[in-house]
């Protein structure tokens, strides 16, 4: 069963600062794996989706990257802002029914 | 921009009541799922359809929900009783259908069982 862990749970950073949200899981046969936003009571925003193919992916300030063999992708975001406060979640997609197994997500504040 | 509707956005039943919600999804999008979300953790797949068969409902707990895709567009999924531990956001998604795409999330229905 595909288990997905991030680390960590929450972060609080300044404005400005670059930061690195992980994620790790236990199956390697993904398909690909998909980092998502998610704000206070609302629903979820895709922010970049990496095939098993690909190491990274990148729009704007935000890159990942994808070590399939080792089961760890990570979100790096430059130059943080207010606005990036919210949660994180990234999930994998394995199996024949294009199933998306979720980690819990961080919570990340970046604070002026 | 195509978005995945959902309503409500909000309903407070009483358990043991029925309660449905409804979704949408982005026009074109042959792949449909429900997604449940408890409070500080990762969503859950309840059901899964491709056009208007069931995929994967094997999380779905068939006693108490159902979740129906007629015409292969809207969903409709339905909570009859409500019970306490059922509070939680209700997320809806579809996606083209293959591995390849990316699921597009509704706002979803945060239900709160009293």
């Known amino acids: 069963k595909q288990e997905v862990t991030q680390i960590p749970a929450a972060l609080s950073v300044p404005e400005g600062e670059n930061l690195v949200l992980n994620c790790s899981f236990t199956?390697?046969?993904?398909?690909?794996l998909q980092w998502f936003r998610q704000d206070p009571g609302k629903g979820l925003t895709s922010l970049l989706l990496?095939?098993?193919?690909?190491r990274e992916q990148t729009s704007g300030r935000l890159n990942a990257s994808l070590d399939k063999s080792s089961g760890r992708s990570t979100l790096y975001i430059a130059a943080s802002q207010p606005g990036d406060s919210a949660t994180y979640l990234c999930?994998?997609?394995?199996?024949?029914?294009?199933?998306?197994?979720f980690g819990t997500g961080t919570q990340l504040k970046v604070e002026l | 921009e195509a978005e995945v509707a959902q309503s409500p956005r909000y309903k407070i039943t009483e358990k043991s009541q029925a309660v449905a919600f409804w979704c949408d999804p982005i026009?074109?999008?042959?792949?449909l799922y429900w997604y449940r979300q408890i409070l500080g953790q990762g969503p859950e797949l309840l059901v899964q359809?491709?056009?208007?068969?069931?995929?994967?409902d094997s999380q779905l707990p068939k006693d108490r929900f159902s979740a129906e895709r007629l015409k292969g567009v809207d969903s409709t999924l339905k909570i009859q009783p409500a019970e306490l531990g059922d509070s939680a956001m209700y997320l809806c998604?579809?996606?083209?259908?293959?591995?390849?795409?990316?699921?597009?999330f509704g706002p979803g229905t945060r239900l709160t069982v009293t």
């Open positions: 359809f491709q056009d208007e068969s069931v995929v994967d």
């Open positions: 999930a994998v997609r394995t199996g024949g029914g294009n199933k998306l197994t």
């Open positions: 026009s074109g999008h042959a792949t």
């Open positions: 990496i095939q098993s193919s690909q």
């Open positions: 199956d390697s046969a993904i398909y690909n």
């Open positions: 998604a579809s996606s083209p259908s293959g591995q390849a795409y990316e699921q597009y």
